[in-house]
């Protein structure tokens, strides 16, 4: 199973970045999938995640500015990023599993499988 995460860049402060996440050797369609983030010598944390019903859930630091949206017959997971600010520059991950406990989906520990991260920079 391999998440290959891309779409970061270096970005000014209020501008837009797409991410994508490609999954191979996995089929997204029973998964929770999500985005975490890491910044440098902080913790990985929760961004958004979608399950299989289309539902969704943010932080509340990327609540109204973040959208997360899957295309199950791509095997894909996106994560637009509008009104980027500094705060958000870090290093960002994908995450899959296929069970995850509903109170649990915030916690790095509830996902097994992982993609290597794209840098975010945003620039104030």
């Known amino acids: 199973v391999q998440l290959q995460a891309s779409g970061g860049g270096l970005v000014q402060a209020g501008g837009s970045l797409k991410l994508s996440c490609a999954a191979s050797?996995?089929?997204?369609?029973?998964?929770?999938v999500g985005w975490f983030r890491q910044a440098p010598g902080k913790e990985r944390v929760f961004v958004a995640t979608?399950?299989?019903?289309?539902?969704?859930y943010y932080s509340d630091s990327v609540k109204g500015r973040f959208t997360i949206s899957r295309d199950d017959a791509k095997n894909t997971l996106y994560l637009q990023m509008d009104s980027l600010k500094p705060e958000d520059t870090a290093l960002y991950y994908c995450?899959?599993?296929?069970?995850?406990?509903?109170?649990?989906?915030?916690?790095?520990?509830?996902?097994?499988?992982w993609g290597q991260g794209t840098q975010v920079t945003v620039s104030s």
């Open positions: 995450a899959a599993d296929s069970s995850p406990i509903f109170s649990a989906q915030f916690r790095v520990s509830s996902y097994r499988y």
């Open positions: 050797g996995r089929t997204f369609r029973r998964d929770v």
């Open positions: 979608i399950w299989r019903s289309g539902k969704t």
